[in-house]
């Protein structure tokens, strides 16, 4: 008749801790670890292993005594991401075991990267150590090691009034009034439209302004596909405008015209607000509309 085999639950437990000796080569790793300190063991071969040890893996060779300060960062160059955290873990959330490569180390050290999510722990992951309170010459002394800081979220709310200067508050007044205002270079005879007070071109000083009509001519132009809220429509076409009497274009928005039709060269007319509706702003003219006169050729 068989019989159930014999089973007895055996469990090896040090409760007070179980003390061993570390060996110089750990021991150094230890001691240093409790100054805040990372450091590894150079081989015959000038590798440097983290954390050290006393006989170089690769060679079986003894290692050299050299100790060289590594970190405190590192990369990360794999990683399990731990779900739920066990008792014994560092950390009571969800977390990484990560090999770190620390920089100056040629290999990687096991611990733990605190990153809120496992996508935040690719390989590449540059991590930092975070330290405890109180180190004791223990691995532990690295509660974990938690990824730089790469963006920060800071609330910016920037809140001004802009004072137009001195020209382009003459030119806004002309605005309002439904006139551009223009400025003429007395010694290049150029005319720059918004108005100001001195010639881009020879630093000239620029005196009175002049008024240029509301008609000009389309001289490059752009078919938007994105809807703009001071459009007429999607699409919609800006252009550049050269207003008659004046040398450089200003941009502007077409309307009443379907931005297929609209094209270099076509005369156009500013739509202006009705005049209750103004500010001193370019919101008075709503768009340039075709005047219906036959094309311009463009120089
Ligand atoms: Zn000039």
């Known amino acids: 008749m068989p019989s159930d085999p014999l089973v007895a639950r055996h469990v090896l437990e040090f409760p007070g801790g179980y003390t061993?000796?570390?060996?110089?080569?750990?021991?150094?790793?230890?001691?240093?670890?409790?100054?805040?300190?990372?450091?590894?063991?150079?081989?015959?071969?000038?590798?440097?292993l983290v954390p050290p040890l006393e006989y170089d893996p690769a060679t079986g060779d003894p290692v050299t005594g050299e100790y060289v300060e590594v970190g405190p960062a590192g990369t990360v160059t794999a990683s399990a991401w731990v779900r739920e955290p066990r008792a014994a873990h560092p950390l009571d959330r969800p977390f990484a075991w990560a090999l770190i490569r620390l920089d100056g180390a040629d290999t990687a050290l096991v611990h733990a990267v605190d990153a809120g999510d496992p996508r935040a722990v690719p390989p590449g992951t540059r991590v930092w150590p975070v330290w405890k309170d109180a180190p004791t010459g223990q691995i532990t002394d690295i509660a974990y090691f938690a990824p730089e800081v790469t963006k920060i979220v800071s609330p910016v709310r920037a809140e001004y009034r802009l004072r137009a200067g001195g020209a382009l508050r003459v030119f806004l007044e002309g605005v309002a009034r439904g006139v551009f205002l223009g400025g003429r270079c007395p010694r290049c005879d150029q005319v720059y439209v918004p108005y100001?007070?001195?010639?881009?071109?020879?630093?000239?000083?620029?005196?009175?302004?002049?008024?240029?009509?509301?008609?000009?001519?389309?001289?490059?132009?752009?078919?938007?596909?994105?809807?703009?809220?001071?459009?007429?429509?999607?699409?919609?076409?800006?252009?550049?405008?050269?207003?008659?009497?004046?040398?450089?274009?200003?941009?502007?928005?077409?309307?009443?015209?379907?931005?297929?039709?609209?094209?270099?060269?076509?005369?156009?007319?500013?739509?202006?607000?009705?005049e209750e509706e103004r500010t001193p702003s370019m919101a008075n003219v709503r768009w340039f509309a075709p005047t219906g006169e036959p094309d311009m050729e463009l120089s």
């Open 196 to 274: 100001r007070t001195s010639c881009p071109e020879c630093g000239g000083r620029i005196g009175e302004p002049v008024e240029l009509p509301g008609t000009g001519v389309i001289t490059t132009f752009a078919i938007n596909n994105l809807p703009d809220p001071r459009a007429p429509e999607v699409p919609f076409v800006s252009a550049y405008v050269l207003l008659d009497g004046a040398d450089i274009p200003m941009i502007a928005l077409i309307g009443d015209v379907p931005a297929h039709e609209v094209r270099q060269g076509m005369r156009v007319r500013a739509v202006w607000v009705p």
């Open 20 to 48: 061993r000796t570390t060996g110089p080569v750990i021991g150094r790793f230890l001691t240093e670890l409790r100054a805040r300190r990372l450091v590894g063991v150079r081989t015959a071969e000038g590798r440097v």
